[in-house]
Antibody
Framework: EVQLLESGGGVVQPGGSLRLSCTASGFDFTMYVMNWVRQAPGKGLEWVSGISDTGLTTYYADSVKGRFTISRDNAKNTVSLLMHSLRAEDAAIYYC??????????????WGQGTLVAVSS | EIVLTQSPGTLSLSPGERATLSCRASESVSTGYLAWYQQTPGQAPRFLIFGASSRAAGIPDRFRGSGSGTDFTLTISRLEPEDFAVYYCQQYGSSPPTFGGGTKVEIK
């Protein structure tokens, strides 16, 4: 059974930084693109970032490009999202999501339960 | 980027009734690369449909996806109590992947 467990959420001041992590199990982590998808309170879903199976290719939404960095450690089955210069509009539940592809982003087959990021002074 | 517009915003129906949800794209979705997800309150989204019409593993056959080009539909043939939720479409035919705003299916 695929399991994705996010951690690292919390309250951060505007302009601050936070690092989210997702630990995966139940599948061959090295074979799939991994993504972060967020959901602001009471709002819809927004894809944020993705990373290819080897980690060599990364993808970002325009809204986070230059502020967020995605990475993965295939030895530890983890994917991380380092977020800098956080804004009020970044406040959301951040979901880790397993893709079906290995190099390109397709659709999100499995989801974690999410970790909440609040941006407040 | 491709903008997906879902309608209606809210659908009020009774258990056993048929639900028809629409997802319209601002431009043609390549190769029918459209997925659907279900989200119940406080839960993560659940993957339902890929390739516009293929059900994910374990998804009941009362869920049916259809459509091509710019117009896609999710039909739930007979609503079960657990089907009352918010449904999102997502296109993956072009970058970046984008989601529709969602349709809430509520109990009438």
């Amino acid at each position: 059974e695929v399991q994705l467990l996010e951690s690292g959420g919390g309250v951060v001041q505007p302009g601050g930084s936070l690092r989210l992590s997702c630990t995966a199990s139940g599948f061959d982590f090295t074979m799939y693109v991994m993504n972060w998808v967020r959901q602001a309170p009471g709002k819809g879903l927004e894809w944020v970032s993705g990373i290819s199976d080897t980690g060599l290719t990364t993808y970002y939404a325009d809204s986070v490009k230059g502020r967020f960095t995605i990475s993965r450690d295939n030895a530890k089955n983890t994917v991380s999202l380092l977020m800098h210069s956080l804004r009020a509009e970044d406040a959301a539940i951040y979901y880790c999501a397993k893709d079906v592809g290995s190099t390109h982003i397709y659709y999100f087959q499995s989801w974690g339960q999410g970790t909440l990021v609040a941006v407040s002074s | 980027e491709i903008v997906l517009t879902q309608s209606p915003g809210t659908l009020s129906l009774s258990p056993g009734e048929r639900a028809t949800l629409s997802c319209r794209a601002s431009e043609s979705v390549s190769t029918g690369y459209l997925a659907w997800y279900q989200q119940t309150p406080g839960q993560a989204p659940r993957f339902l449909i890929f390739g516009a019409s293929s059900r994910a593993a374990g998804i009941p056959d009362r869920f049916r996806g259809s459509g091509s080009g710019t117009d896609f539909t999710l039909t739930i043939s007979r609503l079960e109590p657990e089907d009352f939720a918010v449904y999102y479409c997502q296109q993956y035919g072009s970058s970046p992947p984008t989601f529709g705003g969602g349709t809430k299916v509520e109990i009438k």
